[in-house]
């Protein structure tokens, strides 16, 4: 099975900073890798897929890159709506593995 | 456009059984390019994907290891919905259960794109 990890589990920061998240899989998963975005009480919403690919409507300072098993989410200019926990997810295999997850919360 | 509305108990015995249904809007189940996906999160497992159905001219399932005997997610291309049985539940399996579409199609992105909701199951005499 594949393992999905990040780093790190939570980070404290500011408006207007630039804030980057790690994914490692386990194994290679070449660049079957999202990215999803999950405020309190909702469902996950999809960022990034294909792990650089944006999705429609998600605002531009949201990037990914990386293939093989090394990923990051960068955000250039975090704004207040996006104080949340991110996950990354491989869809690789069949099991569909979510890493557990980054929070990112106000410093 | 495409949405996903659950609907279900929020409180099963343990022993019994967990059935959510999926009503789906702005999209077909029986979709040759979809494939229709329950995911479930708890405190302790995290975002955990649980089973998908999709039609290829016929249909198909695919369930995590750690549920598959216990399992059945079904299509109702009546209703356009899609559904979840859990058996013999225990407390290990509350948790909040969400629906989700993956679209392989031209247009698609091969992720979970649309999600419904999310229902809070609590397991529980």
């Known amino acids: 099975d594949i393992q999905m990890t990040q780093s790190p589990s939570s980070l404290s920061a500011s408006v207007g900073d630039r804030v980057t998240i790690t994914c490692r899989a386990s194994q290679s998963i070449t660049s079957y890798l999202n990215w999803y975005q999950q405020k309190p009480g909702k469902a996950p919403k999809l960022l990034i897929y294909a792990a650089s690919s944006l999705q429609s409507g998600v605002p531009s300072r949201f990037s990914g890159s990386g293939s093989g098993t090394d990923f990051t989410l960068t955000i250039s200019s975090l704004q207040p709506e996006d104080f949340a926990t991110y996950y990354c997810?491989?869809?690789?295999?069949?099991?569909?593995?979510f890493g557990p997850g980054t929070r990112v919360d106000i410093k | 456009q495409v949405q996903l509305q659950q609907s279900g108990p929020g409180l099963v015995k343990p022993s019994q059984t967990l059935s959510l249904t999926c009503d789906i809007s702005?999209?077909?189940?029986?979709?040759?390019?979809?494939?229709w996906n329950w995911i479930r999160q708890s405190p302790s497992r995290g975002l955990e994907w649980l089973g998908r159905t999709y039609y290829r001219s016929k249909w198909f399932n695919d369930y995590a290891v750690s549920v598959k005997s216990r399992i059945t997610i079904n299509p109702d291309t009546s209703k356009n919905l899609v559904s979840l049985q859990l058996n013999s539940v225990t407390p290990e399996d509350t948790a909040v259960y969400f629906c989700?579409?993956?679209?392989?199609?031209?247009?698609?992105?091969?992720?979970?794109?649309?999600w419904g909701q999310g229902t809070m199951v609590t397991v529980s005499s």
């Open positions: 702005g999209d077909s189940v029986s979709s040759n390019s979809a494939t």
């Open positions: 997810q491989e869809s690789y295999s069949i099991l569909f593995t």
């Open positions: 989700a579409r993956v679209d392989l199609g031209p247009e698609g992105n091969g992720a979970f794109d649309i």
